[in-house]
T-cell receptor, first 113, second 113 residues
Framework: DTAVSQTPKYLVTQMGNDKSIKCEQNLGHDTMYWYKQDSKKFLKIMFSYNNKELIINETVPNRFSPKSPDKAHLNLHINSLELGDSAVYFC????????????FGPGTRLTVT | GQNIDQPTEMTATEGAIVQINCTYQTSGFNGLFWYQQHAGEAPTFLSYNVLDGLEEKGRFSSFLSRSKGYSYLLLKELQMKDSASYLCAVRYDGGYNNNDMRFGAGTRLTVKP
């Protein structure tokens, strides 16, 4: 059973389009995250979210918005896609607590043409 | 900022020992994680340090010196499958549940026969 799953694995789209990436975790974790990994392999946190509070990285454009229908899901919606949005997007989850590691999904490779 | 620095690339021989260093800014430090990431895959958790000293887990060990803002990951008895990127991640005060996690760019380790 996959702990953290994402769909789609690959996404190719044109500039200006709106797209969504879905994420689900079956670990019973309270907190979920979205990360962006660019071509230089830096992993940058975009959002951390539980069912009560959303923490936004201030550098993330407001074209990106997380949507959580329930505790096990955190989807990422992107409006007006730009070339610079091309990257691998990872969803992750963890238990609440400082010592708990994050479990990552397999990633979604987004290519904007 | 909270720069996290690690070497970009390292090469080692199968069966040998390799040490991957990580330095970080100490202000607001709240825990350090090491993750392994194979090419095209998701990061997976290796170790966690929050107190000074060495944590050992089989062939992998991680060390932390909070006063120096320094950690290392030690890999013993290297195997070909250890070829991967190793990401140093530091949790800083702030965000929900103090969950402001910052990643280094990763060290790409190549193990040669």
């Amino acid at each position: 059973d996959t702990a953290v799953s994402q769909t789609p694995k690959y996404l190719v789209t044109q500039m200006g389009n709106d797209k969504s990436i879905k994420c689900e975790q079956n670990l019973g974790h309270d907190t979920m995250y979205w990360y962006k990994q660019d071509s230089k392999k830096f992993l940058k946190i975009m959002f951390s979210y539980n069912n009560k509070e959303l923490i936004i990285n201030e550098t993330v454009p407001n074209r990106f918005s997380p949507k959580s229908p329930d505790k096990a899901h955190l989807n990422l919606h992107i409006n007006s896609l730009e070339l610079g949005d091309s990257a691998v997007y990872f969803c992750a989850s963890s238990q609440v607590g400082l010592s708990y590691e994050q479990y990552f999904g397999p990633g979604t490779r987004l290519t904007v043409t | 900022g909270q720069n996290i620095d690690q070497p970009t690339e390292m090469t080692a021989t199968e069966g040998a020992i390799v040490q991957i260093n990580c330095t970080y800014q100490t202000s607001g430090f709240n825990g350090l994680f090491w993750y392994q990431q194979h090419a095209g895959e998701a990061p997976t958790f290796l170790s966690y340090n929050v107190l000074d000293g060495l944590e050992e887990k089989g062939r992998f060990s991680s060390f932390l010196s909070r006063s120096k803002g320094y950690s290392y990951l030690l890999l013993k008895e290297l195997q070909m499958k250890d070829s991967a990127s190793y990401l140093c991640a530091v949790r800083y005060d702030g965000g929900y549940n103090n969950n402001d996690m910052r990643f280094g760019a990763g060290t790409r380790l190549t193990v040669k026969p």
